[in-house]
């Protein structure tokens, strides 16, 4: 069964850009969270989407948006690119993000803002 | 109230001994206490995951401790080996949702080195 696919692995854009990353949950996963990675602040919840409703938000300014496709694949959107989104962004996904599942994390997109 | 505080921050142990990394959380209302292992460039794994009606986990070499009244909680690496080095994060999640819908609050992690 293959695993959280994540895409770019690596990703390169300047101040002011905006950026997708895309998401592909396994298979039969209808939950995905997306976390942002960085060595200051560690990980922190970005949001949740589960049969293409965000169910839930992390603390993160109106910038970062996403979205779930009806086959639950999941993009996130960071607009107006600042320096500090510099980070290591992160998918995970589950069943249905409830009850006793563990989360699935792929090894997620490398964003550097120059 | 959402953070979880993580220690050591980094970690050396030799090989065959137990490594021990303890957690803290405030927010009462955390019942799921995963851990995940990450490797340089891999996204965190699962490693092994505790609710508050048990005290004990175990899975192989590792075991997590719960002590719900201090609010704390401790992975154990029995046996580490020299590919047990990673860095290590505990998280925590406010209900039955296994951080699915509500999201996990992680610790900082630690990095942990063990000397062959």
């Known amino acids: 069964k293959a695993g959280v696919t994540q895409t770019p692995r690596y990703l390169i854009k300047t101040r002011g850009q905006q950026v997708t990353l895309s998401c592909s949950p396994i298979?039969?996963?209808?939950?995905v969270s997306w976390y942002q990675q960085t060595p200051g602040q560690g990980l922190q919840f970005l949001f949740e989407?589960?049969?293409?409703?965000?169910?839930n938000k992390g603390n993160f300014p109106g910038r970062f948006s996403g979205r779930q496709f009806s086959n639950s694949r999941s993009e996130m959107n960071v607009s107006t690119l600042e320096l500090g989104d510099s980070a290591l962004y992160l998918c995970?996904?589950?069943?249905?993000?409830?009850?006793?599942?563990?989360?699935?994390f792929g090894d997620g997109t490398r964003l550097s803002i120059l | 109230q959402q953070q979880v505080k993580q220690s050591p921050q980094s970690l050396i142990v030799q090989k065959g001994g137990i490594s021990i990394i303890n957690c803290a959380y405030e927010?009462?209302?955390?019942?799921?206490f995963p851990w995940y292992q990450q490797f340089p460039g891999k996204g965190p794994a699962l490693l092994i995951a505790?609710?508050?009606?048990?005290s004990e986990k175990k899975e192989g070499r590792f075991t997590i401790s719960f002590n719900k009244s201090a609010k704390q909680f401790s992975l154990h690496i029995m046996d580490s080996q020299p590919g047990d080095s990673a860095t290590y994060f505990c998280?925590?999640?406010?209900?039955?949702?296994?951080?699915?819908?509500?999201?996990?609050?992680f610790g900082k992690g630690t990095h942990l080195i063990i000397q062959p």
């Open positions: 927010n009462t209302a955390f019942d799921y």
């Open positions: 998280a925590a999640s406010p209900d039955i949702s296994g951080g699915g819908a509500d999201g996990l609050t």
């Open positions: 505790i609710r508050p009606d048990v």
């Open positions: 989407y589960f049969s293409e409703t965000q169910r």
């Open positions: 995970a996904s589950s069943l249905t993000g409830h009850g006793n599942q563990p989360q699935h």
């Open positions: 298979s039969g996963h209808r939950s």
